[in-house]
């Protein structure tokens, strides 16, 4: 009964749309689920999904709602546009984008854009303690939010790694990018100082 249900159960992930994966620099083997309407859950023009996430370094939670969406939480304060890239330890391509971000992120200081790390997808073995090491140790600046449970990132269905979503003023997706391309970044600043004017 054991030998059957071995070999029964990875099939039934399968049937129930769950995805495996195997974190090359841990060794850690991991299932995920897909987000709901698997493989564009969320596409351009949709209303992002919002969320509230704690910070990476100060514990504190934050609420996508403070920045941008029909309703922002505190009316007095101004709406912004919202740069999400989902990143993970393990991820290669996640080394390139997050340092070409964070040049962006200076560009557009004192102009109405957030810019955030959103880290999610990790293996079970990875800690907070483990993710702040490794993000100090590469000199990331960037607020980054703790996406623990992957529910966030199932919700952005961030099934490629790294996975940029822009968000405008009103809380509507503006841009999908999945995976790291350079070419991508040729006219990301102008794109960008459109939502913002």
Known sequence: MQVLLTLLIPVLFYLAGYHYSENRATGAETFSIPAPGYPDSVKVGDAAPMFVLRDLTTDNAVYLRDYTGKVLRDSAKPRQVVVLSFWS??????????????????????????????????????????????????????????DATDRIGMRYNARVLPLLVVIDKQGVIRKIMRGFHEEMYSDFAGFLQKLAN
């Open 89 to 146: 330890t393990w991820c290669q391509p996640c080394k390139e984008e997050i340092p070409r971000l964070t040049k962006l992120a200076g560009e557009f200081k004192g102009r109405p854009v957030r810019f955030f790390l959103i880290s999610t997808m990790e293996s079970q073995s990875t800690t907070d303690d483990s993710i702040r090491a490794l993000y100090k140790a590469r000199s990331y600046t960037l607020q980054c939010l703790l």
